[in-house]
């Protein structure tokens, strides 16, 4: 399971509709074009949080169905509502998904006690494994390194996404659980993340920026840090202006400007002005 995976994105209509011509495309584009290991599918990147069980499932059916075999693939199940995260979980399985990973449990202040029941009761639904999806700025939920080893001792949870630019816990993690996965969550920093020996990245800008992404994790590998430095500079230069302009909406724009029917946001996210897909082209031609 080690490698690039991107954090897939969806493309709706203007009405919300799951797009399934546009989302097919941008599983081709992923997989043709940016090059990339795996999918990983339904986070935050494909608005998960934002859309019904009944499109979570018919996500996961068009893309198992478009990528085939052809690399590997998580499905993240995390809900609020346990019974959907296990109903998710168990769905994805059934389809052939190589792995499940789920957020930790948000909004409600969850004890570990609860997060960790959280994990297990999904997990013992499911014959699969799982990669416990980390994002404390989102979420608010911050675990420390004894907490990951209590969730670790479980042999199903193969690893982490670790999204959070905490080095001192990456490296902590890295040292004390050297067979668990370890997948770095901020495009921005994945050189850094790279250094300390993470197992591959899960990132929404490779939808775009994948070849990129690639670059930077296998010269850190092969000990070439300067020129990686110099694709995390150019790929940050990219970076600094997706966010500026809106980080979804803008990565759609540049996927449809390259030819791939990425579509719309869901409500209450917003799609870009006429200025703002102005934007996303000067940046796309500036920057890729
Ligand atoms: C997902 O669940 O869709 C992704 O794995 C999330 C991924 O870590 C991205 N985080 C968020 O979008 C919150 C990053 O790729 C991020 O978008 C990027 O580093 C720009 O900040």
Redesign the pocket.
């Known amino acids: 399971m080690k490698g690039l995976y991107t ?1 897939l994105m969806c493309s709706f209509d203007e009405k919300g509709n799951v797009n399934e011509k546009g989302l097919r495309e941008i599983v081709r584009h992923n997989i043709d074009v940016q090059q990339m290991d795996g999918l ?1 599918v339904n ?4 608005e998960n949080f934002l859309i019904s069980l009944a499109q979570k499932k018919q996500i996961f059916d068009i893309v198992k169905n478009e990528a085939g075999d052809d690399v590997k693939l998580i499905a ?1 199940v995390g809900a609020l509502n346990l019974d959907e995260a296990v109903e998710l979980a168990k769905y994805a399985t059934d389809l052939g998904y190589n792995a499940i990973s789920a957020v930790t449990p948000f909004y409600y202040k969850f004890d570990f006690e609860e997060i960790k029941d959280y994990y297990n009761t999904i997990l013992n639904s499911v014959d699969n494994d799982l990669i416990i ?1 980390s ?1 404390p700025a ?1 979420t608010g939920v911050n675990m420390n390194l004894e907490q990951f080893g209590e969730l670790f001792e479980n042999d199903k949870v193969i690893g982490v ?1 670790f ?1 959070a630019p905490d080095f001192f816990l990456l490296e902590r993690i890295r040292h004390a659980y050297p067979e668990k996965l370890i997948f770095s ?4 920093m994945l050189l850094s993340a790279s250094v300390l020996n993470v197992d591959g990245a ?4 490779f939808n775009v920026n994948g070849q990129r992404a690639r670059q930077i994790f296998e010269l850190a590998q092969e000990g070439r840090i300067d020129e990686a430095r110099d694709v995390q500079k150019a790929t940050n230069d990219l ?1 600094a202006g997706i ?1 500026d302009n809106g ?1 979804y909406p803008t990565i759609k724009e540049m996927l449809k400007y390259k030819g791939v029917d990425a579509g719309f946001c869901r409500k209450p996210m917003k799609s870009l002005s006429e200025e703002g897909i102005k934007r996303a082209q000067e940046i796309a031609d500036k920057h890729l």
Do not use: N
């Open positions: 954090a990983y986070g935050s990147t494909g993240q999806y994002i989102l996404k999204t969550g901020f495009d921005e899960i990132g929404s800008t970076i966010l980080l």
